[in-house]
């Protein structure tokens, strides 16, 4: 993983100093080796990378150097900073699409053949299959920029403080969060009606269902627990879905989060940012597959055994 990261960002065509002397209509040759040379981009690829993993290894928090496009500041600093941000837009719509999935999940598996599971399935199909930035442009068109509801664009809370700064954040985050939501409910909602029906037919639940249980108990105490285990071993997957998802839906939001700051370093060439954002991002998936790995293993005590 720490190889890929130093390895990928370098194989995008040019580097920071052609696109700097892209962005200013052309400079001398001279100028742009000379600016190669003081970003250490002119030094052999090997020299690079030993660099690249000093800065990892004898160093806490890990040290990737200064940003080119955001001179003097630090990778680390850069990406602590937009850090609340991104976690507040992924934590936010990860909640409401599980709380949305496991609602209409579970109710879909119980009303098999019905109106409600067709509008609820091929609804969630739509949205699986709808690109993310589509998504964002046209909430934006209708909720921005048409019926004015939201704010389209931007992160907000900047000059404000208390609960002005508060009110200006949330009403920012809001289209955000409803287009995460919307492109992460569809594979979420199709795991876990497809789990769902599979516990239906289990034994323990026919069971339950001879005893006189209520509708409520039964969907509760047994299809929403066990049918929760394939989409808790999926929580990696999830998670990086989310943060791949984030980035588009950032960038086209204006949102000040790590995606966007990803993307104007995919356009600088900023391989201090790429490194840094990639790494971050790939240890946050990491801890999240081994958390639901965690989780499994406490829902489900067969695999104790």
């Known amino acids: 993983m720490v190889h890929l990261v ?3 960002p370098r194989l995008v065509p040019g580097s920071a100093a052609d696109t700097l002397a892209v962005g200013y209509g052309g400079v001398p040759a001279s ?17 690079q990378y030993v ?4 800065g990892i290894f004898t160093n806490w928090p890990p040290y990737f150097g200064v940003s080119y496009a955001f001179y003097p500041y630090s990778v680390t600093y850069l990406i602590w900073q937009r850090f609340p941000f991104t976690l507040l837009l992924i934590a936010g719509s990860f909640v409401l699409s599980s709380l949305l999935s496991f609602v209409l999940g579970v109710l ?13 399935m091929y ?13 964002s442009l046209l909430f934006i068109w209708i ?12 992160t907000g809370g900047f000059g404000a403080t208390g609960a002005a700064a508060f009110s200006d954040t949330l009403q920012h985050l809001i289209l955000p969060i409803i287009t995460m939501t919307a492109a992460t409910f569809g594979f979420q909602f199709l795991i876990l009606r497809g789990a769902a029906q599979q516990v239906l037919e289990s034994d323990y639940v026919i069971a339950a269902r001879a005893r006189g249980l209520k509708n409520r108990v039964v969907s ?22 989310m943060v791949s998802t984030a980035v588009f839906v ?26 840094g954002g990639l790494f971050y991002v790939t240890l946050i998936v990491i801890v999240f597959s081994l958390l639901g790995d965690f989780i499994l293993l406490r829902l489900d005590p067969r695999l104790r055994r």
């Open 6 to 8: 130093f390895l990928l």
């Open 31 to 47: 100028v742009v080796a000379s600016l190669n040379a003081r970003l250490g981009l002119g030094q052999p690829l090997w020299i």
């Open 51 to 54: 660099d690249y993993m000093k």
């Open 108 to 120: 879909s598996s119980l009303r098999r053949g019905s109106k409600f599971e067709f509008v609820s």
């Open 123 to 135: 609804s969630s199909i739509i949205f699986w299959a709808t690109p993310p930035f589509w998504l």
């Open 143 to 154: 909720f921005g920029v048409d019926l004015h509801w939201f704010s389209p664009f931007g």
């Open 220 to 241: 509760m105490g047994y299809i929403l627990r066990n049918s929760m285990l394939p989409l808790t071993s999926l929580l990696g997957y999830t998670i990086s879905f």
């Open 250 to 275: 950032e960038y086209v939001y204006g949102y000040n989060g790590i995606g966007d700051l990803l993307v104007d370093g995919i356009i600088n060439r900023d391989y201090p940012i790429l490194e």
